[in-house]
């Protein structure tokens, strides 16, 4: 089991005296942890010479940054402008409906988490959407049960 204060120890250890160190080191931590436990804040706050609140205004901040556990997968549907005048806002009501939840969400079986995101850099082929590292094209909601099937 890993032990979070040990972890974000040495990772504090090892940024404290980069220069814009936080950044990795929050990567860090989330790369090992697979979060940024919100109890573990204060040490990353002392560690950097910063405030909390400027820790939490980082994590916040930073979409890709999270203090929740998150599913084994991350489901992102694009909303932005192509994707939604190509059906987006539909495909995702399919899809929280499917996945049982909303957006910051995580599947009961931990497999899943949904989120929203602003262009995927496909708009050619909206409506868009990622499954852990794999963009997906054109997808409606039959292809996203197909997806997801083989997920
Ligand atoms: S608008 Fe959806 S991928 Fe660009």
């Not at 556990?69 to 192509?82: D, H, L, P």
């Not at 079986?109 to 929203?116: A, K, M, V």
Request: aromatic share 6%; charged share 25%; proline share 5%.
């Amino acid at each position: 089991m890993k032990n979070p204060i040990r972890i974000v120890t040495t990772a504090v250890q090892k940024y404290a005296d980069t220069p814009g160190g936080l950044l990795p080191l929050l990567h860090e931590i989330q790369a090992i942890l697979g979060r940024i436990p919100k109890d573990q804040v204060p040490l990353v706050a002392t560690g950097m010479g910063l405030s909390r609140a400027e820790v939490h205004g980082v994590i916040s901040f930073y979409h890709d940054f999270h203090c929740d556990q998150r599913g084994q997968s991350t489901v992102q549907v694009c909303r932005a402008e192509a994707c939604q005048a190509m059906g987006s806002r539909q495909l995702e009501e399919h899809i929280k409906e499917r996945l049982g939840i909303d957006y910051g969400g995580t599947t009961a079986d931990g497999r899943f988490s949904l989120e929203p995101v602003y262009c995927l850099g496909n708009c050619a082929c909206s409506p868009s959407i990622r499954i852990g590292d794999d963009i997906h094209a054109r997808v409606d909601a039959q292809r996203f049960d197909k997806l997801l099937d083989e997920a």
